[in-house]
DNA sequence: TACACCTGTAACTATAATGGTTACAACGGG
DNA sequence: CCCGTTGTAACCATTATAGTTACAGGTGTA
């Protein structure tokens, strides 16, 4: 199981594509609903920020979405959290002196990688926007 | 990233499907390939056996495949030892008393449903033979 | 200015998952 | 009987995850 991220995040990002008064939209506020800690959702925030999807500014409550929520993607939203990182984990070392061994690494990475595909079609289908929808807000 | 017991379970069942000789067919052995330890081999062979992928016998060296290789698709594998799991983790008790997290459980369950569909697909039309074809054994 | 409130971030902690290891009972074949 | 093997419990080390405390520094207002 994957952690809970990426759920965090699509959530964070649904209550400041809602909120149009930006005083109440604080971290404390955000926590509330998400049912965590101020300082969770900051280092949350931070990272949103830094792949530019939102804006923010110090001392002042309140962000901003920098990509409309028709246009921001569920990808882009789990690219900005979990980085270009593969699915699923590769053992490392298996013993080059086995047939299997030697070639097995490579071969997954090919399963992976087609698995994969199908998710980022399925991520990349799919918006904030329709998010919001399914949200009735 | 997910833990490397699916890459694991796929490097333990292409050994047994291809090593014809039973009485090498050991833990050990198999952890050699892996490079592990026994242990960890026949508990994960615990968990394939549960699932009727394949057969042994206590006392004795040797595995056998339940199923052809051709019709072992890589959805069971991985269902037999993440067993019927969601992908990624929804966080737990959102306020209700928020519009979105009164919903977002529900519809992060939508989202993550068809992101899973799409990887069931692409795990269910690769078989253990298409693995052992790319290994070229 | 003084103050209240906020963000940003470092540092620490508790919990859980993961994988490795030791140990040993039970089984099978020579 | 003996040796090698499986099956499994128990324990440990490492790491990931998320929660928490603490505090520096920004912002608007009385």
Redesign the interface.
């Known amino acids: ?4 991220r ?3 995040a ?2 964070i990002l ?2 400041i594509a ?1 909120t149009s008064d930006r005083s109440i939209l604080t971290s404390d506020f955000i926590a ?5 800690n101020p300082v969770v959702v900051r280092r949350m925030i931070g990272v949103l920020k830094k792949a530019g999807l939102l804006s923010s500014q110090s001392g002042l409550a309140g962000y901003e979405l920098l990509v409309e929520p028709k246009d921001l993607t ?1 990808l882009a939203i789990y690219q900005a959290i979990d980085g270009p ?11 080059p002196a ?4 030697r ?2 690494q490579h ?2 990475e ?2 992976y990688t ?2 994969w ?3 980022v ?3 990349q289908a ?1 918006t904030l926007q329709d ?1 919001l929808d ?4």
């Open positions: 199981m994957v952690n809970s990426f759920s965090v699509i959530h649904s209550l809602t509330g609903s998400v049912n965590t569920l990182e593969q699915l699923f984990a590769i053992h490392d070392q298996p013993n086995c047939a299997v061994g070639k097995i071969t997954l090919g399963v087609s698995v595909h199908a998710m079609e399925q991520l799919q998010v399914q949200l009735r807000i």
